[in-house]
């Protein structure tokens, strides 16, 4: 694959400038907890593509997982988490994160969040996977909804924090081996160079390569290839996470049927009424997420029938509609009622697990380049993230990162400079239709790179999508819709490739012709990385290399 270095043409001698201590891209809540760990004298920039509001973190449903019932304790989380992620957590990073939930759940709820009560205690729900009641909520399933409310109010406050939204990051700026800050189109349609000190990358995930996905408009893997054409490390981009249970109705948005509603007792139906979870794991409903959305797909196969139903009908209604209100008003718009009716569902694309190879304070492998949130590799999902530790690694790692930068910024030089960088304009190809080639590279990726694959559909993947590359990449967008066709691409890539280099099955990578885990020669995590000193436009492969750095001790299930 042919790729460009930067995505649009631009001369720093005629640009707009911006200069900042600390840039944030991206306005979920890892984002916005970073920009909110920079020391006040310092200026930090936040810059979203949408508004705010506009994030995976605002349409989590389910809650945050914490130790704070006294029943319960960190070695049962760090296990869970564990089991979950399939023998390749970093078990530091695991132990690190859980035993810090509980102190960043009461920062949240410092800065104004409304979890649940229940006696004046907070509410603690259960989620597949889970061992207790650990997960605080609020609003029921309406948890991100609150807590971005709360964080975004603490950030718009902070004096010495910008926002800028609507605002598209096409690329990082790096120069002598360093980021630098970004290249940025705003509503005047007009490049911006933002130079900064430090840059954290929290730009969320990749949802919207997939054709069935819970994730917004937004999630289009900006992060992983804006990062990528940096010649930044990727990893483990073979795991992505299928939501199990997403509604399925003809004419619906892919709608989220949180976790929390199996926690509560919702069986699984297929399309005979038979509830079919316990014949594929003694944990039935409340299996981890990778073994329910597996078998989901086994058993649509089993009965040739597109979906399978989610029932409620044997719980307490009262409970069900105060528990679910945002779940009822959704399916109410489409005739039913989740008291007593069956509700469609079928897997689709959720959580990216891979990305941006961090360290423990969210350091990247590029100088200047600091990431947190969905768009990383942390060590923490392993194979398999846990429900509802997602929301608590932004935190954390958000945090972390911010503090990290925040202090880099301080200790650096404090003048800044607009280095002079030009981009020439590369030849136009004839117009084509992008909302086509977009609806064409999600069902591709829906058919052969879902929850079940195989080398031949890999294989077969792969080839389509060098084909739609070859002139996709070499075109010159001047829009959001382009510039997000170029990054589906190319992250759509990177996955596919390293789902055919992973000859086995584990945690959310399933290989229906490689069925069982192979320990002996894939308990390890893979890397990939261009070389950015080779000359532009970048070419070569995307070529991906195992590596046994950061792997949990072999003990936990094997």
Known sequence: MITPRYLLPFDSRRAIHRFTDVLVIGGGLAGLRAANAVEPNLSVLVVTKDHLRESNSNYAQGGIA?????????????RDTLIAGANLCDRDVVDRVIREGPRRIEELIRWGTQFDTNAGELALGREGGHSHERIVHAMGDATGREVMRAVIDRSREAPNIDIWENAFTVDLLTLEGRCRGAVIVGQNERPTMVWAKETILCTGGVGQVFRESTNPSVATGD??????????????????????????????????????????GAHLLDSH??????????????????IVSQSIVSQMSVTSHPCVYLSLAHLDPKLVLSRFPGIAETCKQ??????????????????????????????????????????????????????????????????????????????????????????????????FDIADVRVSLKSLMGRLVGVQRDAEGLSQANEQIRSLSAYVMSHQFESVEGWELQNLLLTASAMTSAALARRESRGVHFRSDFPEVDNENWRCHQTQQIDVDGGYPLRGELITRPTSDHVAPQSMND
Not at 232 to 261: C, K, N, W
């Open 334 to 431: 489409f005739g039913l009622d989740i008291t007593t009716d069956r509700i469609p569902v079928r897997p689709g694309a959720h959580y990216m697990i891979g990305g941006v190879t961090v360290d423990s304070q969210g350091r990247t492998s590029l100088p200047g380049l600091w990431a947190a949130g969905e768009a990383t590799s942390s060590g923490l999902h392993g194979a398999n993230r846990l429900a509802s530790n997602s929301l608590l690694e932004g935190l954390v790692y958000g945090a972390h990162a911010g503090e990290a930068a925040s202090r880099a910024a301080a200790e650096g030089p404090h003048k800044m400079i607009a280095y002079r960088i030009q981009q020439t304009a590369r030849q136009q190809t004839q117009s």
């Open 273 to 290: 009424g038979d509830r079919f979870m316990p014949n594929y794991d003694d944990r039935a409903e409340l299996a981890p997420r990778d």
């Open 66 to 78: 914490g130790v704070l019932d006294p029943e319960d304790c960190f070695d049962d989380h760090i």
């Open 223 to 264: 992060g992983t290839s804006i990062a990528y054409r940096a010649g930044v490390e990727l990893r483990d981009m073979e795991f992505i996470q299928f939501h199990p249970t997403v509604l399925y109705i003809a004419g619906s948005s892919r709608s989220l049927i949180t976790e929390a509603v199996r926690g509560e």
